[in-house]
């Protein structure tokens, strides 16, 4: 869940309960306060040290939630990220909005616990999945990409042979494997 959520009820109305409403013993915390910081904030996470373009956010009071990052260019450093077991799973909570660079970053540090392998590098708009020794590349812009490729490879849709690179166009795909 993130800044923002659970905020009014079905009948659209401001929850009378503390806030997220109904979830606070899903998340282990509670929200009652909205600020505006007097520059964008800097969210700690990891070694990482993340910049955001809005300068919104709760300030999150958790019982039962762990602190996972904090903002650390607001006074008292509050927490930015938390998780909460609850059940079967886990519950996270972002105090601020749902933006590229802090959900980028959270999604980035759940990998090794949850078992997820990155896919190969590429520039942005462009998307990899490694599958069965084969690598599937989707371009999503309308620009022509050039992405990069460890050594040759055959491509299975186009039927070319690439080196280096591989050229997709504008919202081109494909499928690669290592020529033999």
């Known amino acids: 869940m993130t800044a923002c959520s659970a905020k009014v009820n079905e009948n659209n109305q401001w929850f009378g309960t503390p806030l997220p409403g109904r979830l606070d013993d899903v998340f282990g915390l509670k929200t009652n306060a909205f600020y505006h910081a007097e520059a964008p904030l800097v969210i700690q996470l990891n070694d990482?040290?993340?910049l955001l373009p809005n300068d919104f956010y709760e300030v999150l009071e958790p019982s039962?939630?762990?602190?996972?990052?904090?903002?650390?260019?607001?006074?008292?450093?509050?927490?930015?990220?938390t998780v909460n077991s609850f059940g079967a799973g886990q519950a996270i909570y972002v105090a601020t909005p749902a933006q590229p660079p802090i959900m980028q970053a959270l999604y980035r540090s759940l990998y090794e616990s949850r078992g997820i392998v990155p896919g190969p590098k590429t520039p942005a708009g462009v998307y990899a999945r490694v599958v069965d020794g084969r690598t599937l590349y989707v371009n999503t812009t309308k620009?022509?990409?050039?992405?990069?490729?460890?050594?040759?490879?055959?491509?299975?849709?186009?039927?070319?042979s690439w080196s280096g690179n591989l050229q997709l166009g504008p919202y081109g795909v494909e499928l690669l494997e290592k020529e033999n």
């Open 64 to 81: 039962t939630a762990k602190v996972i990052a904090r903002m650390t260019n607001v006074e008292g450093v509050p927490p930015a990220i």
């Open 143 to 160: 620009e022509a990409q050039k992405v990069s490729i460890d050594g040759s490879m055959s491509g299975v849709l186009t039927g070319k």
């Open 48 to 50: 990482h040290s993340i």
